[in-house]
């Protein structure tokens, strides 16, 4: 058979050489059924372990209206809870409230004992009267400190300060809404009649016909007004319907018979609804078709008209194959267009993360673009089109938080500018529209999540790393000067309940010169004088990173080691939030999927740490990853030894356009088929566990079944397991449980507990 080979966006080859250690092998680990029934029991107790052994971890505030203050909950040990109200603007801290005097209070209204320590409060009103209103168990109660009494009331009206988010990523949306159909002036009223656009006076008087050439199949519509209700944008459609696909319900309660479903979805080279802009004038009544092509791809776009005259607006236009993207003016009186940003490329835009943001009243756009090889954002006038670049450096900007536009300002979350720190921690910073006075406003090691106060004048910071417990501060924004330390989470009762935290490690790319990062899992009861089998957590979709870099007592990750089990997570090449080189390795090549990097690091990892044997390596994932993980036995068989697959998207073909389309590129290529899992199925070694459920709407349950075809006609031995009912899922609690049997079984070549006797 003829070897199957991807290829590489660097120069260097790769070349998989296994060294041998020189340390002496150690002996491998393998329980005996006892040991081993401790294993799974410790396994699941895991989570709730660490729900008693971290605290003080989790610090939200709940800002007061019309105040600088916020109270927050502790959470304490014992399952027991503190209430906290801090002063912004002094930093000073103290009890919200006196904790007894309130369970006193509380215990008489509700006739049953509450201990002070263990208040479930929901919500607190502190109202100007000096007032202090609870949520508590579902009903709002006032508290009169005066007589330390509480009585039920209802609290209408009150609504919490909402945490913020980021901007929206993906900033040019599509029309959903009905076009309004009465003019911004009042005049006319625009209405579709059999294909055709038509205006009425909005006396009701006359009637005009705009358009001729539409008809009921291929109509007219979409239409919008100028905001002075001279001009009128419609397209002419050429609409398109998504394709259906098709599912069983095996188990439907109530019925003999299997119910079979359909519902729209897109694949990759389906067509798609086409528009022709076309420009209406209503003082002339006249039509011009604009100079654009034809949008074939997403839909009607929204239209940015330029602030006091009408005659001019833009649209985003990013085409079908996602290597170019534009924002495009027309000129209304004429139909002329020009390009004010054009950005093309050999490889792909990522057009869920172009961000634009319109200033009107200075003519400007802010956007994002990838065309330094790094994420940054851009500063464009749209009536000259020049350019300024704002952000800069070998860093990726990965959010915007805000847009000041009167100070100028981009407030942005960014990784990577710290060379020092692993270059996937978040955050936060403030920069000027000019590129100065470039502002951090968490420097603190780790990755940072923030939630500013209702006038963003304070900010609360906390930070983490996997294996470091969170930090919990309160900052200002003008500087970024820390107020005072709210919280440092409690994490020492871990070691004494015997859970041991992940552990970072770095190891070179197939370049050999990038780092490639990710985190290690060890049994919390490894011997250092065995070698266990590791199992590698696999996700290489390239629409984001996915190693966690927060604190993570616990995961799925871990409790699988707990079985016995070195087990890995790792971002190869080919992933997001780095350089667009790294990510560019995916293009047109998912079956790449990193693993020339992850074996490498793997191979490090096992140089580093000998318990580790590589030569029983297993792999799992979902999804992506469950695409990814049938490929590591189908590509890299001489590596990886096991695999459990859910619900993969194994045929790019199979899978949904919008995904699909955007990594491996339209129209559609040989490669496509050629690193199909369906099409090399018959390359499998080692040994696998399919699992889909068969209700999935997010993949196709029959990309699994494709696979399962190609192997049983290529003869191959694997296990398979379809849940009745089940969506898009890992196989859920049942599935999740094979997947640990299997590994045992396939691993650690000891059989797992039978659940049967």
Known sequence: MKTLTFKSAFIIPLVLVFTVSLRAQLPAYKPDAAELLVSYKRAARLDSMVKIGVFKADVKPHWISGTQQFWYRNNLKGGTAQYWLVNASTGSRKEAFDHDAMARALSGALRRSIAAEQLDIEAIDFSASGDLRLKTYGKWYEFDAGNGSCKQIVNEGFQEYDINKPLQQRKYRWMHATPRSLSPDGKWKAF???????LKSAAGKDTVVLSQDGTVAKPYGDFVWSPDGRYLVAYHINPKKDKSVYYLLSSVSGTTRAQLESHPYAQPGDEFSVYEMFVFDVVLKSCVKVNVEAIDFFGAPELHWRRGQSRYFTFEKPDRGHQRFRVIEVDCANGASRNVIDERTNTFIYEQRIFTHYLPETHEIVWSSEKDGWRHLYITDERTGKERQI??????????????????Q??????????????????????????????CLNPGIGNHQVSFSPDRRFFIDTYSQVNVAPVSELRRTADGSRVVTLERADASSLRSLGIRLP??????????????WGVVCFPSTMDARKSYPVIENIYAGPQDSFVPKSFLPTSEMQNLAELGFIVVQIDGMGTANRSKAFHDVCWKNLADAGFSDRILWMQAMARKYPQADITRVGVYGTSAGGQNALGALLFHPEFYKAA??????????????WWNEQWMGFPQG????????????????????????????NVPPESTYRVVDALIKANKDFDFLCVP?????????YGRRKKRDFFVRHLLNIEPPTRNR
């Open 644 to 657: 459990v697959s859910a619900c993969g998207c194994h045929d790019n073909r199979v899978d949904k356009q």
């Open 410 to 439: 981009v407030w942005f979350r960014a990784s990577g500018m710290n060379t020092a720190e692993d270059p996937y921690f978040i955050h936060h910073y403030r920069i000027d529209f000019d590129g100065k006075r470039l502002l």
């Open 503 to 516: 552990e970072v490690f770095v190891a070179k790319a197939r370049d050999g010169r990038t780092d490639i």
């Open 192 to 198: 579709i009649q059999e294909g055709n656009v038509f």
């Open 670 to 697: 040989k490669h496509y088929e050629e690193q199909s899992n369906v099409t090399n199925a018959a390359r499998l070694k080692g040994d696998l566990l399919l699992i889909v459920g068969e209700a999935d709407t």
């Open 725 to 733: 009912g089940l969506g898009h899922s890992d196989g859920g609690p």
């Open 391 to 408: 952000t800069k450096g070998n860093w990726v900007v990965r959010e915007i938080d805000s847009i000041d536009k009167v100070k100028r």
